[in-house]
């Protein structure tokens, strides 16, 4: 921005303040604050020490936004750089319900009511639903380290723990602010650039999700309308273990979604998978492919250790290309590594903890496949009509 006199005209000093704050985005909704409504007002005027005094009204969506904090770092950070402005004070305000129903309607693209935005046929998200046929073969790892790789690539990445009874998603991308809610508005916390939603963020700590069917789908319908995702690139769902009422909601709620197969190499985890990916039969979305984690160990000599056998990704692979009748490539090995569990129980995934290690060059390696990768036809309108 152009400097500007000391002795320039209140009128154009607020021209141009108002200018840098257009610069500033609101750290939850990654929107500029001025596009958003959130500036009040802008007063200029003497500080009583020959220099001018900028004053700036900044209504936050709620009373306890968790991030004032930043917000007042970079409202100050803007105004003070430029010319002419000696002193910057930020005055914190709440919006009123009608700026709030205005801010709701903006954000949900002048709807009244909550829409899934990524069903819509002109959608260009990228929808990965990340399923296995049972637990504890690292599907919340990958989720993950694949979302914080594509993140780390600049595209804008979501990730939805759909894992209702068994959610591990916050504590591995290191999530510790709670949504903020603007009336029937979630706007979810960042970790790592991520947009992260989970059950895990309104349940006390220790106590367990006792829902059935109808609950889980209400509640994965909430969390795909209710909350502001923004304009996403790619939005990955950890699923549960199965193939249970989450992965059918899914299939309906998301008719775009595709999905890729967590595996281990062992024979019983593999048989396990093979009924995970097959019920994209009955849901008819497309399996883009099998990840197989834990594929060996390296010993100190550089020899592998198949702690879990072999070959089970790749079995996975061979019979559900057979059984659905389209190939489905076994997409990555991810070898057994220590950073690996270290970075997830820590909260910084490994790709961005230890990017050099041989997991993290793995997992990065099928998140820019994934990006690359265009998005499918299923639920986009094809500009068609009968004649």
Not at 329 to 346: E, M
Request: hydrophobic share 45%; charged share 20%; aromatic share 2%.
């Amino acid at each position: 921005m152009d400097p500007m006199p000391t002795d320039a005209d209140p009128t154009d000093m607020t021209a141009a303040v108002r200018a840098a704050l257009a610069s500033v985005q609101d750290p939850e909704i990654r929107r500029p604050i001025t596009e958003l409504g959130m500036v009040r007002s802008v007063d200029v005027g003497p500080d009583g020490a020959g220099g001018t005094l900028v004053t700036v009204g900044i209504d936050l969506t709620t009373q306890g936004c968790p991030l004032k904090d930043t917000l007042d770092r970079d409202v100050t950070a803007a105004v003070s750089g430029l010319a002419g402005v000696s002193a910057v004070k930020v005055e914190m305000g709440v919006m009123s319900a009608e700026q709030r129903t205005e801010l709701r309607s903006k954000l949900r693209g002048g709807a009244a009511e909550p829409v899934i935005p990524f069903s819509k046929p002109g959608s260009l998200t990228k929808i990965y639903a990340i399923a296995s046929g049972k637990g504890g073969v690292g599907k919340s790892t990958v989720t993950a380290n694949l979302a914080a790789a594509m993140a780390a690539d600049g595209l804008r990445v979501g990730v939805l723990d759909a894992d209702v009874y068994g959610f591990s998603i916050p504590r591995m991308l290191g999530v510790s602010l709670p949504p903020t809610r603007v009336d029937d508005m979630l706007l979810p916390p960042l970790a790592h650039d991520i947009k992260v939603i989970s059950i895990g963020m309104f349940v006390p700590a220790g106590q367990p999700v006792v829902w059935r069917g109808p609950m889980l789908h209400r509640a994965l319908q909430q969390f795909l309308a209710d909350v502001f995702w923004g304009d996403l690139d790619v939005l990955l769902l950890d699923l549960p273990p199965g193939t249970g009422d989450i992965a059918i909601s899914v299939a309906q709620l998301l008719p775009s979604s595709e999905l890729i197969v967590v595996t281990t190499p062992q024979v019983a985890s593999a048989e396990v998978a093979e009924r995970a990916g097959s019920v994209a039969l009955q849901t008819r979305q497309h399996v883009v492919g099998v990840v197989e984690n834990m594929s060996w160990l390296v010993q100190p000599d550089g020899s592998r250790l198949e702690l879990f056998g072999a070959g089970g990704g790749a079995t996975v692979a061979a019979n559900l290309t057979r059984a659905i009748g389209t190939d489905v490539p076994l997409l990555a090995q991810v070898p057994l590594d220590v950073s690996l569990r270290a970075s997830g129980d820590a909260g910084t995934p490994v790709v961005l903890s230890a990017p050099d290690s041989p997991a993290a060059v793995v997992l990065r390696g099928v998140a820019r496949t994934l990006a690359a990768r265009s998005r499918g036809l299923a639920g986009r309108s094809l500009g068609l009509s009968p004649v």
